[in-house]
């Protein structure tokens, strides 16, 4: 039998390896905001993890898997707004949706800017388009079926997407609390109902 101190070795380098390849993926992340994908290099990645570009080539392959380590670092922030008890009202939904553009929405729309450039990119974008519309049409989308509740989803997907979050934010320098506000109205001009 193998004394303990091996598998306390093993487990202390799963967890460092683990915490490196956070450390490479957040430093991808933050690049990504002030920077377009095709002027990150590795070796930018590298230094700004405080590692070398071959130990990042070994990670993650190149910057497709970067991508994909920072699309999961986006699909844990989403979680709070995925994970909502049935019970929770449709203002707590908007509030946890608006919660979550807060923190990667700045990311969101630099990658949809770059999207036609990086087919990488495509996919990813495209799964988050499908799990909001599917959100959406959970929460909100309780209205008619057919055709009509598909135009009626779709209505809601256009309130309540990222890119209106950043006309109101951003561009019109609202705060977090009026964009709740604002997009309470846009869902109940679409729905006909009050919001709770």
């Known amino acids: 039998m193998p004394p ?3 598998v306390y070795r093993q487990t202390a380098r799963a967890a460092a390896a683990e915490q490196l390849q956070q450390r490479v993926a957040k430093a991808f992340y933050k690049l990504l905001l002030s920077r377009w994908v ?11 993890a405080g590692t070398t570009r071959q130990t990042v080539i070994r990670l993650f392959g190149g910057k497709e898997g970067l991508l994909e380590a920072v699309a999961a670092i986006i699909e ?12 929770a009202s449709i203002q707590e939904a908007l ?7 807060e923190v990667v929405g700045d990311l969101v729309i630099r990658l949809l800017a770059q999207e036609e450039r990086h087919p990488a ?23 008619p079926k057919g055709v009509e509740g ?9 309130a309540t997407d990222v890119y209106t979050w950043k006309l109101l934010r951003r561009d019109f320098g609202n705060s977090e609390k ?5 997009m309470a109205g846009l869902l109940k001009q679409i729905t006909g109902e009050k919001t709770r």
């Open 4 to 6: 303990p101190k091996r």
């Open 38 to 48: 095709d002027e990150i290099t590795l070796d930018d990645v590298a230094a700004s």
């Open 76 to 87: 844990v922030q989403a979680e709070p707004r995925l994970l909502l008890p049935h019970g």
């Open 95 to 101: 509030r946890a949706l608006i919660a979550h553009y």
């Open 121 to 143: 990119l495509r996919p990813i974008l495209d799964l988050g388009r499908r799990v909001h519309r599917k959100w959406v049409a959970e929460w909100f989308g309780s209205g």
């Open 150 to 158: 598909e135009r009626q989803v779709t209505r809601l997907v256009v």
């Open 178 to 182: 009026e964009v709740t506000i604002l």
